[in-house]
T-cell receptor
């Protein structure tokens, strides 16, 4: 199993641009999560999904959108990038108690 | 579930000494408390966890203790080694969401 994979690894956006962060897991987990991690801070939950077709907001959803059309994929969409969205983004899937994290996407908005 | 405090933010120990990291939480409904290790440039990885019906759990050099009455839990690493150097996060699970502490940067000095 590849586990949780994320693309791209790095990205620089201009203010106002849009992009989609991709996340895929091959473990057939129903639960998936998107977090952002700012320097010196813990992970903040953006959105999560308990299964295909079901998504819900986390602590910091403003400026983001998600979809979950399949069990495997959980993309995160930024429509109008802002400097405040500069962060490292982690996708995770959840089975039983354990969360499995992807390697992260480092996003800079200039 | 939103308020998880973690201390200290940085910790330096001599190789072979013990390290202790403490977290407090506010939601009495929380029932699962994982600890994650994050190495530079990687996603967090689960190292140990504890459920609310257990007071202590040990896995080789790592142990976690939970005091539900006081709403705090701690990570103990004994006989520290240089490869233990990383950022450690506590978290608590309420319902479908995980809330993370702000992290402890542990440095083990050879």
């Amino acid at each position: 199993n590849a586990g949780v994979t994320q693309t791209p690894k790095f990205r620089i956006l201009k203010i106002g641009q849009s992009m989609t962060l991709q996340c895929t897991q091959d473990m057939n987990h129903n639960y998936m999560y998107w977090y952002r991690q700012d320097p010196g801070m813990g992970l903040k939950l953006i959105y999560y999904s308990v299964g295909a077709g079901i998504t819900d907001k986390g602590e910091v959803p403003n400026g983001y959108n998600v979809s979950r059309s399949t069990t495997e994929d959980f993309p995160l969409r930024l429509e109008l990038a802002a400097p405040s969205q500069t962060s490292v983004y982690f996708c995770a899937s959840h089975f039983g108690s354990e969360q499995f994290f992807g390697p992260g996407t480092r996003l800079t908005v200039l | 579930g939103e308020n998880v405090e973690q201390h200290p933010s940085t910790l330096s120990v001599q190789e072979g000494d013990s390290a202790v990291i403490k977290c407090t939480y506010s939601d009495s409904a929380s029932n699962y408390f994982p600890w994650y290790k994050q190495e530079l440039g990687k996603g967090p990885q689960l190292i140990i966890d504890i459920r609310s019906n257990v007071g202590e759990k040990k896995d080789q050099r790592i142990a976690v203790t939970l005091n539900k009455t006081a709403k705090h839990f701690s990570l103990h690493i004994t006989e520290t080694q240089p490869e233990d150097s990383a950022v450690y996060f506590c978290a608590e699970n309420t319902g479908n969401q995980f809330y993370f502490g702000t992290g402890t940067s542990l440095t083990v000095i050879p």
